[in-house]
């Protein structure tokens, strides 16, 4: 299997302009990363074990780029395999579009390749491994969207800020 194309769609109760600066703040400080190792484990422990993956090790991007009404950011996830070698795991587009004026549209399409496959799977062994590695994707990457979007749509309050008083009941 050469790869595998993997899209995504959700909308957000936020205008487009604050979801765009919000998603540079989570790329500025560093917290994309960590969303993204996240959704690995999470896409990753609803499938189970997939053969021959092992964990995110590496999360690269681009600053966001606004392109008149749309926002697009590039990702590239890189895994270890089982042997511990690097192979290029997802590479995507996440856009934010304005779908009025109080939300917008966040969006991911992208493709997900696998590691090769020394020796070449019998058709047999094959459709289970792909069908598992499809179920892994698609878990993860509606795993990453849930995770920016709660991120967009309520950010963390600036490093600082006093956490909001809790009544207590007496």
Same mark, same amino acid.
């Given at each position: ?64 780029? $606004?392109?008149?009404?749309? &926002?697009?950011?590039? *990702?590239?996830? /890189?895994? #270890? %395999? ?5 192979? +290029? ?45 499809? $179920?892994?994707?698609?878990? &993860?990457?509606?795993? *990453?969207?849930? /995770?920016? #979007? %709660? ?5 963390? +309050? ?13």
């Amino acid at each position: 299997m050469a790869g595998m194309f993997v899209s995504d769609e959700m909308r957000i109760p936020v205008s487009a302009a604050a979801a765009a600066t919000r998603l540079a703040a989570l790329t500025a400080g560093g917290s994309l990363a960590g969303l993204s190792h996240a959704a690995w484990g999470d896409g990753i422990g609803r499938v189970g074990a997939v053969p021959g993956i092992s964990e995110l090790v590496l999360v690269q991007f681009r600053e966001p780029v $606004r392109r008149g009404p749309v &926002t697009v950011l590039t *990702l590239r996830w /890189q895994a #270890a %395999d089982t042997r511990g070698a690097l192979f +290029p795991v997802l590479d995507a587009d996440i856009t934010l579009s304005s779908d009025g004026d109080h939300a917008t549209l966040i969006g991911l399409d992208g493709v997900y390749r696998p590691p090769a496959r020394t020796g070449g799977p019998t058709p047999h062994e094959a459709a289970p491994h792909e069908a598992a590695l499809q $179920r892994a994707a698609t878990a &993860t990457i509606r795993s *990453l969207l849930n /995770q920016i #979007a %709660d991120a967009i749509t309520r950010p963390a +309050p600036p490093a600082g800020t006093p956490a909001p008083a809790r009544g207590r009941n007496v």
